[in-house]
């Protein structure tokens, strides 16, 4: 019942990828063989406003600067030691990665900050993990943690300058703040000596913005990285980067996604050039760095999708053009031809192939479920290489990889080389492994540490045999692909990638007083959630009467003053107990008739059954999301 890659001889016996070379089993390894490799070629690159150029650093001077700044760490006074761990609050940029290397250069970890984890989740993380040097973007960001700092806190150390007024509130509360660029001085003058770290010392501890409660802190090893990329460049065989590709850094760095492509690119001698920092200008990016190798989240090919096809609708003549082009690159596909030179390409996919420079062949989409329809049109349309993954932070991110040559969409592949897979039984929800669906269970040199000062969590994750339990539902495919086909709890993703428990929500709008029982739904393809809400009788017809609304309480629910009262008022209670935007719904259907034990939709303990209320209020749901599309 376990499956295990086919894209290394030792998987059957039971033994899992680590590394691919004898002396890169860290990520400090990892950079050098780059540097190697590429023969000090271009490493990072960046611009400084919309219409210059991309301009580079080589890996040597990369590597020199992230020996500087790591020095410089050390003679602030913190030990280049693997329980000594630095906090990063940034967007993506070589400083990002200077500050890793520089890290791994004394054997050192990295704690990533980010703005969708709210400033008190920074604040625990920065308690939690003991943080008293945050590497800081700019002002703003200085100023968020100034918001709620610890006491823990006593350096930031600022990227780009702050404000007179911002260092001065800095050195109210007993912060010192320093520039990126002394602390490279000061360790050039102090020019400590490095302290590598070994293959099992952690790397960094990555934060996953938790469904409910306070985050979790997933630690992971430099083994456990270098497995997970090392498998996926094995699984990419000879579509795997070179010291020719530049990939497109846009993706966040704090999650484990970007930072698994990256080190990748690093590990075989490529560059990375970084995105602007604004994402609606990120085709602009693309078309003056020109990349050939992107990571992308579904989020990003939907908005493609979207803005080909109401232009392609535009016309008739357009609409012909586009099914016929689609149609035969859709045939080329099936054949193994993967290209952009076709008359077609020249034609009717040249401005979408230019929006993303011209030159890309390689794209690894992850994070989200992506549509087979989107899926099959990006690949048609952008005439590259594109290969879908399911993994989760605690897996360093790879555990399946979808093989270049399957032209098939809506699975995620067979396991990568790192790991093996099995589903286990889920009896409650029905799903059993005899009929090849239960939840996906993973094990092998990727799969975490355990989370952060939290044993409990961790028994509750990973068995007594190193099984890793993602509480995600998977079912086997006859050609041995899987594909991901619910969730344990009641929780899913968002396209854009945000964790959402109905559950939670709506026991916030269940607090209002137009509102008898409320049910919250959403789909992993959709960016947003809705709902339908049996409204309360009496609350209703008394609000009618007052504002002179006549009418059956079937014909009330139908009002649109109705709807929006009861909106309104779902929206108000969100913000007032602190739910995200994407949290509050979009758009509610208003239901006379409640859920009953009676009519299926509630359990005999009055629980909202979720997979019949789907079924039952599907035409109200698909009509909701059609509209908000």
């Known amino acids: 019942m376990i499956r295990v890659s086919k894209f290394y001889k030792d998987s059957k016996e039971g033994k899992f990828v680590s590394f691919l070379y004898d002396d890169t089993r860290t990520l400090y390894e990892t950079f050098r063989k780059g540097a190697k490799i590429s023969n000090d070629g271009k490493c990072l690159g960046w611009r400084e406003s919309g219409n210059k150029p991309y301009q580079w650093m080589h890996y040597n001077e990369t590597l ?6 790591g020095s410089g760490l050390v003679s602030l006074g913190l030990a280049p030691i693997p329980s000594t761990f630095i906090g990063i609050y940034s967007q993506n940029c070589p400083e990002w990665i200077i500050t890793e290397q520089g890290a791994y250069c004394y054997s050192m970890v990295i704690v990533p900050l980010y703005d969708t984890l709210g400033p008190d989740a920074c604040s625990y993380i920065i308690t939690q993990a003991e943080i008293s040097v945050v590497i800081c973007e700019n002002d703003a960001k200085c100023n968020m943690l100034l918001d709620r700092a610890p006491r823990l806190l006593k350096k930031i150390i600022l990227i780009k300058d702050a404000s007179p007024a911002t260092k001065q509130r800095a050195r109210n509360r007993g912060i010192e703040i320093y520039r990126f660029d002394e602390v490279e001085k000061l360790g050039a003058s102090k020019n400590v000596p490095e302290v590598p770290p070994k293959p099992g010392d952690l790397c960094t501890i990555c934060y996953t913005s938790g469904t409910t409660g306070n985050p979790k802190g997933v630690m992971l090893s430099h083994e456990n990285v270098v497995a997970g990329v090392c498998a996926v460049l094995l699984q ?8 020719d590709d530049i990939m497109i850094s846009f993706l966040p760095l704090a999650h484990m996604l970007e930072r698994c492509c990256e080190n990748g690119m690093y590990l075989m001698g490529g560059a990375v050039g970084f995105f602007s920092g604004d994402i609606t200008h990120l085709s602009d990016d693309m078309k003056a760095l020109k990349p050939t190798v992107t990571p992308a989240v579904p989020r990003l090919l ?10 392609v609708n535009t016309s008739v003549v357009k ?5 016929m082009a689609l ?3 859709y045939k080329e596909l099936k054949k193994g031809i993967v290209r952009r030179n076709s008359f077609w390409d020249k034609t009717v996919f040249r401005k979408v192939q230019e929006g993303m420079g011209g030159r890309l062949r390689l794209m690894v989409v992850g994070s989200a ?9 990006a690949r048609c349309a952008l005439g590259c290489l594109i290969v879908e993954g399911y993994g989760q932070t605690e897996c360093c991110a790879p555990i399946t990889l979808t093989v270049q040559g399957d032209h098939v969409p809506e699975h995620v592949g067979p396991p990568v080389a790192c790991c093996c897979v099995k589903l286990v039984d889920v009896p409650e929800m029905e799903y059993f492994a005899s009929m090849n669906q239960g939840e996906v269970c993973v094990k092998g040199s990727n799969v975490f ?3 952060f000062k939290d044993n409990d969590a961790t028994l509750s994750t990973v068995d007594e045999l190193g099984w890793h339990h993602t509480g995600d539902i998977g079912q086997w495919l006859p050609n041995g692909t899987l594909k991901i086909i619910d969730r344990k709890k009641h929780i899913f993703k968002l396209s854009q990638g945000e964790y959402i428990v109905p559950e939670k929500i709506e026991n916030i709008y269940i607090r209002s007083q137009y509102v008898h029982q409320v049910f919250v739904y959403g789909e992993s393809l959709k960016s947003c959630v809705i709902a339908i809400v049996v409204p309360d009788v009496d609350v209703i017809k008394s609000w009618a009467i007052e504002n002179n609304i006549e009418g059956t309480f079937s014909v009330l629910c139908a009002h649109p003053e109705v709807k929006k009262l009861i909106m309104d008022d779902l929206i108000t209670w969100g913000k007032e107990l602190g739910l995200r935007s994407f949290e509050q719904v979009k758009d509610i259907y208003l239901h006379p008739d409640p859920f009953s034990v009676k009519n299926g939709l509630l359990t005999p303990t009055f629980k909202s059954k979720r997979p019949q209320l789907k079924a039952y209020f599907k035409p109200q749901l698909e009509d909701m999301y059609a509209k908000l599309t």
């Open 327 to 329: 149609s035969s690159k």
């Open 369 to 377: 479920p992506l549509a087979g329809n989107v899926l099959t049109f």
């Open 64 to 69: 020199l600067r992230a020996r500087n700044f």
């Open 302 to 311: 939907n908005r493609i999708y979207d803005k080909v096809m109401s232009e």
């Open 319 to 323: 609409k012909m053009l586009f099914n």
């Open 449 to 451: 540490q355990g989370y």
């Open 236 to 243: 990419l065989g000879d579509h795997k980067p070179g010291q």
